[in-house]
């Protein structure tokens, strides 16, 4: 559900092989522009307030040339959320406008880390796909997929009661999911510290931040990735190395 500015910079680390892209199949897909015109400055004398229309001025294009609309961001490491299939981002908008591409820019990609990077995404691309959380997170979110179709619902009591046994009994199974917890810690960064803790209102929102992060599976596999990464380099270097002696 990323979107607009966070596509076109994602967009550019990816294009320029800045960054592994870790997150849902794709981002939001909103490649496009609006601004809002005030329609009381084209009437003059007017006693009634004419409001404003929201227009659509331009789209972006990625370096590569290819637009973001409808299509988003891809990610390179996909990890799946519960509603993956139930919203489609600018897809669900009325009359979106179509996705196209323009010719690319002249650019160069960043080669340093490009065998690591492919190494490390399908390791643990790898590791997910034989990740049983994320299987079961893959599972609710088809059964949550299955529910939107439900068009009839038993009038009969005893029926509707086993229908809610039935449903409460299957969204049990994936209590485990709202469960899940990092084991990772968060501290106030120092350059922020004092500020925040001298505010009571801040600090707390801060507080109950970090306790969301607690649960994000995201930042979890991020830090996953940056230690294989981080290993990879390292091993590179020791066996550069070893060459040079």
Known sequence: MSASASEIISAAL??????????????FGKG???????????????????????????????INGESVQLEGVESDIVIPDSYMYVFDGE?????????????????????????????????????????????????????????????????????????????KLKASQFDKISKYENQLSF??????????????ELLEERIKWHKNLSKDIFIDQAVNTLDLLDSSIKTNYILAENKTE
């Open 187 to 200: 501290e106030l960064l120092k350059t922020e510290k004092t500020f925040i803790q001298e505010n009571k």
């Open 32 to 62: 496009t522009v609006q601004n809002i015109v005030d329609l009381n400055r084209f009437i003059s004398n007017s006693d009634y307030d004419m409001g404003a229309i929201k227009v659509t001025t331009d789209i972006f294009y990625r």
């Open 91 to 167: 897809r669900d908008e009325k009359n979106p406008l179509k996705w196209d591409k323009i010719g690319p820019a002249t650019y160069t990609k960043w080669q340093s880390y490009d065998d690591k990077f492919k190494c490390v995404t399908d390791q643990m691309n790898r590791k997910l796909n034989q990740n049983n959380f994320i299987n079961d997170i893959y599972e609710r979110a088809n059964w949550i997929k299955s529910q939107q179709n439900i068009n009839n619902i038993p009038l009969n009591l005893v029926e509707y009661k086993k229908y809610q046994k039935d449903q």
């Open 14 to 27: 990816q294009d320029y092989n800045r960054a592994i892209i870790i997150g849902s199949e794709k981002s």
